[in-house]
């Protein structure tokens, strides 16, 4: 038998065991936006770094940042000339509100049928100990294939503020020839999934300001203009009836679509039907001349995310209100600036904005968009692996969320990311009653094995 195949065996014998240390895991309520919990924060970068340790890694360190701490472990080749890996993973997880809508305990993890439920368990405690699993196979089997090099951050879930320090200041040490982060997912159980694009996020918040307090529209109705109708026509304004956004240069950075790539998307299994299965619209929207899939992934966006003006409570108050305030996401493609979007916003709202009311406009985040090369050979390879556990070839999907440490590590270490994942759409991450199914979750553990063979060029 080869290293290959004694690893695939070694796996399967210890499925049950690395569930186990999965669910032991999901335990942790490692919520990293609510300050209560800093103590389960770093009760969950110590099982990281004790599983690390326990899988046979001694050289593990816990580095702080100015937030939550990072996890750096790292495991030389047996070989030589390996190829180094990055593995990438957050242990930090979404708040489980609300929680009389769960099912079950968040954090006390159970099985039902072929899904664990539990906070985490997708998004992403289930994906980072697939990496460990195949790694323990991996090295338990024979030679160690690839330097292997993990990082495991506490901030993912809040944006990873800190991430892009400490990525700067530990160039070095994260020198690596490829990065894998399985934090995407699949389209099915039957399609495993490579995200090669990922779009940009620039988040702001617009306030509008008229009279200096709410008046009476009987009085003053007529010769006051209402921040709230200016604020509803801004907003109808920044799309034209083709609906393409109207901000001034948003499109002059944007990247063309190839021939190519159009045809490799359409192979993607999602129809009309399924869009409006899964999010209950009667129809779909979007902009001319592209197809939904098109615009799930690689075509900018901009929405509005909440409004807030004037009396909203039961029945009736009569006045005009003082102000207006709206919350705006864009959801931007390779190429864009966020700041440059953000001075396109300024520019569309100084053209705009009537002398009648006085505005202010505040951005929250700018985060890049980012893509790979679909012929990388990390790329290649898992292509390869995905394959042979699965029996088809798999899909290429460029996403229409975000995930900024993708950009900032290719942006900050030069390197491209490889982005998989076994996590399902019908796994509810971020919501009540999250899942992971388990069958795909073990499939995936066995093409991660795969994937650092090919890498490594073992056959």
């Known amino acids: 038998m080869s290293y290959r195949s004694d690893a695939l065996e070694y796996s399967k014998k210890n499925l049950d065991n690395y569930q186990e240390i999965l669910q032991d895991f999901i335990k942790i309520p490692s919520i990293s936006t609510d300050p209560k919990q800093k103590s389960s924060m770093l009760e969950a970068a110590d099982f990281v770094r004790s599983l690390l340790i326990k899988f046979g890694i001694v050289d593990v360190q816990i580095l702080e940042t100015k937030g939550h701490p ?11 000339n390996a190829s180094t890996v990055l593995i990438y993973g957050h242990y930090d997880v979404q708040p489980s509100d609300p929680v009389d809508l769960w099912l079950t305990n968040p954090f006390s993890p ?12 997708s998004d992403m405690k289930g994906q980072i100990i697939a990496c460990l699993a195949a790694y323990n196979a991996v090295s338990a089997s024979g030679p160690i294939p690839v330097n292997f090099k993990f990082l495991f951050e506490g901030e993912e879930e809040i944006g990873s503020p800190n991430l892009p320090d400490f990525l700067s200041s530990h160039k070095e040490l994260l020198e690596c020839d490829i990065i894998l982060n399985p934090d995407a997912g699949m389209i099915s159980p039957n399609n495993p999934t490579i995200v090669y694009g990922l779009r940009g996020l620039t988040y702001f918040e617009l306030n509008l300001t008229g009279p200096d307090h709410d008046l009476h529209s009987g009085m003053f109705g007529g010769v006051i203009h209402n921040p709230a109708i200016v604020l509803a026509e801004l907003i109808v304004g920044m799309h034209d009836e083709n609906w393409k956004v109207t901000l001034p240069g948003f499109y002059e950075d944007v990247l063309p679509l190839s021939e190519e790539e159009r045809e490799q998307l359409l192979r993607l299994p999602i129809t009309d039907e399924d869009l409006k299965r899964q999010t209950g619209v009667p129809e779909l929207w979007g902009e001319t001349g592209y197809n939904p899939i098109e615009r799930l992934g690689c075509r900018p ?24 305030m709206a919350k705006i996401s864009m959801r931007t493609v390779p190429n864009q600036d966020p700041e440059k979007i953000f001075e396109q916003l300024r520019k569309y709202l100084e053209m705009n904005v009537p002398s009648t009311v006085r505005w202010d406009l505040q951005k929250f985040a700018g985060g890049w968009a980012s893509i790979s090369d679909r012929n990388n050979p990390g790329v290649i390879s898992l292509t390869k692996a995905l394959e042979t556990v699965w029996g088809v070839k798999p899909l290429f999907k460029r996403e229409g969320g975000s995930i900024p440490v993708v950009a900032s590590m290719q942006r900050i270490l030069g390197k491209e990311s490889v982005l998989t994942g076994f996590g399902l759409p019908e796994d509810k991450i971020h919501s009540p009653n999250e899942s992971l199914h388990l069958p795909t979750w073990k499939k995936g553990i066995l093409s991660l094995i795969h994937f650092f063979y090919n890498y490594a060029g073992i056959e």
Do not use: N, Y
Request: glycine share 14%; aromatic share 4%; hydrophobic share 40%.
């Open 110 to 121: 159970v099985e039902k049928g072929d899904r664990l439920l539990g906070r985490g368990t």
């Open 301 to 324: 966006t901009l929405e509005i995310s909440g409004m807030l003006s004037g009396f909203v409570g039961e029945g009736s108050k009569t006045i005009i209100p003082s102000s207006a």
């Open 70 to 80: 990072v996890v750096f472990a790292e495991k030389k080749a047996t070989v030589e």
